[in-house]
């Protein structure tokens, strides 16, 4: 896995490759929260968010690649990919 959080999936059987990427969510907010003032400040998780947003996404139709799915938040993305082969 990378800093990005974004990991690859290789189903031995088949030979598919699967690229996982968790996309940030648009409202995360990350750093330390001023007593006083009850905002954030600093910038941590900028560099190291486990996630990249979707505008940073690799995986677009124009990097090559096919039948691009978001999937919904609390399933798992190796659960999903599973489920997909288990129907071919």
């Not at 690859?8 to 001023?34: A, L, M, Q």
């Not at 505008?55 to 190796?78: A, C, H, Q, R, W």
Request: charged share 30%; with cysteine.
């Amino acid at each position: 896995m990378s800093k990005t959080g974004r990991y690859y999936v290789i189903d031995h059987k088949t030979k598919r490759k699967f690229c996982i990427e968790p996309i940030t969510s648009n409202n995360s907010n990350w750093g330390d929260v001023d007593p006083v003032t009850k905002k954030i400040t600093g910038s941590y998780g900028q560099k190291y968010q486990g996630s990249v947003d979707i505008d940073e996404s690799i995986i677009t139709k124009e990097n090559g690649f096919k039948n691009i799915e978001l999937v919904p938040k609390g399933i798992s993305p190796d659960d999903y990919i599973k489920k997909l082969l288990e129907n071919e």
